[in-house]
């Protein structure tokens, strides 16, 4: 089919400083499916509204200044 051929997906959105925190906290599985969300879903996949990334905000309700590494 044709149609697949023409599909085009746009990059990732880039991921902000507190979602690069939240990344650093994961497992290598957790990683690997991350990596594998952003390559299959492109513009697609939010990593901020993930249902991981709220409940760490939950837990962690003082994170890290977005201003330091």
Known sequence: ??????????????????EKQFLDTRNPKE????????QML???YFTGK???F????KTNPKP???GAK
Not at 1 to 18: A, D, G, I, K, Y
Not at 32 to 38: I, K, Q, S
Not at 54 to 57: F, R
Request: net charge neutral; hydrophobic share 30%.
């Open 1 to 18: 089919m044709e149609t697949q051929e023409r599909l085009q997906f746009q990059p990732p959105h880039p991921v902000s400083n507190l």
């Open 31 to 38: 990683k690997e499916l991350h990596r594998l969300a952003t």
């Open 42 to 44: 492109g513009s697609s």
């Open 50 to 52: 993930t249902h991981g």
């Open 54 to 57: 709220t409940a760490w905000l």
């Open 64 to 66: 890290q200044s977005q």
